[in-house]
């Protein structure tokens, strides 16, 4: 393209469509800043259509779901309990395995429970090790029970086929464990990093403890597992004198655990486990077995 000067401006030479060169560079840079406002638009509007799902992930962002870190298992808590075992709708928690006929069906009962589930880092390991295998996380704080759930959906959208056998429900395990599980029903309970309680007027709010084991091996299978774990060492040495002073209780051995595959995750799977491992603290575990007391 050539240019006349005169005056010390450049007048630029006509297209053959009477419109000058640059004119049609401006043309086509205020279409595509105007597409590009158009594309930014419909971003922010799906943005804000769910906000708390991640744009790159599809899963939920926890800054949505601020809770306090623990809760008082003592409050009164306002949240629906079945009347009793038969009465949990696992067609609600694990629709491709249970249909609403199945309730009866003793091959399609949970039996894993994990007690103060946190968000579901746990879960959403032992799901795939785990693939047949019905599994609950059980947690007293509304917005995170919420959040779990969501992130177990959006797992299953993502994963078709997978993470149907894990889902959550908002509860109190310390005062109805007899309403979720039948007699000897779970072959696994998880206490992973429970609220220590510190003080000594508060131990009562453990959530292991001598008459609370109780309950536990009531819904414990014989041979069933107890695994806790926790990075404060005065309740390590609180859990494992309860578990040691029970007599349906008898502590795994280390060959065993060693061989155990659920025990690796004790101190990775969760989000707490993983905080403790970035500032390298210790944990301390205590895993025991179910068994028949003597007679």
């Given at each position: 393209m050539s240019a006349a000067v005169e005056g010390g401006c450049i007048e630029p030479k006509l297209n053959l469509n009477g419109s000058s060169a640059l004119e049609s560079r401006a043309v086509d840079f205020h279409l595509r800043l105007h597409l590009h406002h158009q594309l930014a638009e419909k971003a922010m509007l799906e943005n804000e259509a769910n906000p708390t799902l991640s744009k790159s992930t599809g899963l939920?962002?926890?800054?949505?779901?601020?809770?306090?870190?623990?809760?008082?298992?003592?409050?009164?808590?306002?949240?629906?309990?079945p009347t009793s075992p038969c009465h949990v709708n696992l067609s609600l928690h694990f629709p491709?395995?249970?249909?609403?006929?199945?309730?009866?069906?003793?091959?399609?009962?949970?039996?894993?429970a994990d007690i103060g589930c946190g968000f579901g880092g746990l879960l959403i390991s032992l799901s795939t090790l785990f693939p047949d295998t019905l599994m609950i996380?059980?947690?007293?704080?509304?917005?995170?029970?919420?959040?779990?759930?969501?992130?177990?959906?959006?797992?299953?959208?993502?994963?078709?086929?997978?993470?149907?056998?894990?889902?959550?429900?908002?509860?109190?395990?310390?005062?109805?464990?007899?309403?979720?599980?039948?007699?000897?029903?779970?072959?696994?309970?998880?206490?992973?990093?429970?609220?220590?309680?510190?003080?000594?007027?508060?131990?009562?709010?453990?959530?292991?403890?001598?008459?609370?084991?109780?309950?536990?091996a009531y819904a414990l299978g014989v041979d069933g597992i107890i695994y806790t774990i926790t990075d404060v060492e005065e309740l390590g040495d609180w859990m494992k004198a309860c578990l040691e002073?029970?007599?349906?209780?008898?502590?795994?051995?280390?060959?065993?655990?060693?061989?155990?595959?659920?025990?690796?995750?004790?101190?990775s799977a969760t989000e707490e486990s993983q905080k403790v491992a970035r500032n390298g603290g210790q944990t301390f575990q205590a895993v025991y077995r179910r068994i028949m007391p003597a007679t």
């Open positions: 939920p962002r926890k800054r949505f779901y601020r809770a306090r870190a623990h809760s008082n298992p003592l409050s009164d808590s306002h949240f629906p309990v491709q395995f249970c249909s609403s006929s199945d309730q009866i069906d003793s091959s399609k009962k949970i039996q894993f996380g059980m947690e007293l704080r509304d917005k995170v029970t919420e959040y779990v759930k969501e992130r177990i959906l959006a797992l299953r959208l993502a994963n078709p086929g997978q993470y149907q056998n894990i889902s959550v429900v908002r509860t109190n395990s310390m005062k109805y464990i007899p309403n979720f599980f039948e007699k000897g029903q779970l072959s696994k309970m998880f206490f992973l990093f429970p609220d220590p309680h510190f003080k000594e007027k508060n131990h009562r709010r453990r959530v292991i403890s001598s008459h609370l084991l109780d309950e536990y002073s029970h007599p349906m209780f008898e502590a795994i051995t280390e060959e065993e655990l060693e061989a155990d595959p659920v025990v690796k995750l004790l101190s």
